[in-house]
C-alpha cells in the first residue's frame, strides 16, 4: 500500500505571498499530524487532527497558520503572509486510531521563502 | 512538558564499527513509548526501533539496540556492524499520554569506509 505522500515537495514564496501545503495520509488512517521541522532542529508539533475534527492546534506559530481536513482524508496547511521564518520542512504523518505510537512520515515539503 | 534531550549534535563511526547515540528525556509520566527515527537527506522520517516504557527487556532489530534505562531516564541507541548506509540524522523521541511526538535536537551520524 502506499504511504503518506506530500506535495509539493519544494515550494519557493515570496515574503508575503500565501501557500498551501498537502498531506495524503494512508488510507484507513483516521489521525493526522503535522509538524515544522527548521534547520538544524527536531520537528515539533503544529496540529493534530482526528478524521475531520481538530483537535489540536496549540503548535501553530501563528494565526498566520491554518489547517484543514474537511472531509477525513487530505489535509491542507495553509501559511499566510509568509514571513522568513517560516522556511522549514513540513512534515505530515498519520496513524490508526489510538496508535499514536505508529506514526507514519511523509517526505516532508521544505518550504523556502525569501 | 516531556523534553528529549540529544547531547552529541555529531558522532563518527568506521564502517563495520559499533556505534552508541545518546539520549535522556524527562517526564513524569509512567507509560510512555521511546522512538529512534533515522532522517536521510532525502527527509524522510523512518522508524528505527520503538521501546515501550513497561517493557524491561531492551528492544532489538537486527543491527540496532536500545539501551533503556527507566530510572535514569536514558535511552541509548547501538548500532553495530555501521553501513555506509546508515548514514543519516538520528532523532530520539517520546510519546506518553499525549499524541504528539516530542523530538530531541538530533545527531548526525557520519560512516567513513
Known amino acids: 500500500g502506499a504511504g503518506v505522500s506530500q506535495s509539493p515537495r519544494y515550494k519557493v514564496a515570496k515574503r508575503g505571498q500565501d501557500v498551501a501545503l498537502r498531506c495524503d495520509p494512508i488510507s484507513g488512517h483516521v489521525s493526522l499530524f503535522w509538524y515544522q521541522q527548521a534547520l538544524g532542529q527536531g520537528p515539533e508539533f503544529l496540529t493534530y487532527f482526528q478524521n475531520e475534527a481538530q483537535l489540536d492546534k496549540s503548535g501553530l506559530p501563528s494565526d498566520r497558520f491554518f489547517a484543514e481536513r474537511p472531509e477525513g482524508s487530505v489535509s491542507t496547511l495553509k501559511i499566510q503572509r509568509t514571513q522568513q521564518e517560516d522556511s522549514a520542512v513540513y512534515l505530515c504523518a498519520s496513524s490508526r486510531p489510538g496508535q499514536y505510537y505508529e506514526q507514519y512520515f511523509g517526505p516532508g515539503t521544505r518550504l523556502t521563502v525569501t | 512538558a516531556q523534553t528529549v534531550t540529544q547531547s552529541q549534535p555529531e558522532m563518527s563511526v568506521q564502517e563495520a564499527e559499533t556505534v552508541t547515540l545518546s539520549c535522556t528525556y524527562d517526564t513524569s509520566e509512567s507509560d510512555y513509548y521511546l522512538f529512534w527515527y533515522k532522517q536521510p537527506p532525502s527527509r524522510q522520517m523512518i522508524l528505527v526501533i520503538r521501546?515501550?516504557?513497561?517493557?524491561?527487556q531492551n528492544a532489538t532489530e537486527n543491527r540496532f539496540s536500545v539501551n533503556f534505562q527507566k530510572a535514569a531516564k536514558s535511552f541509548s541507541l547501538k548500532i553495530s556492524d555501521s553501513q555506509l548506509g546508515d548514514a543519516a540524522m538520528y532523532f530520539c523521541a517520546y510519546v506518553g499520554s499525549g499524541y504528539a511526538l516530542n523530538f530531541g535536537k538530533g545527531t548526525s551520524l557520519l560512516v567513513t569506509p
Open positions: 521501546q515501550e516504557a513497561y517493557k524491561q
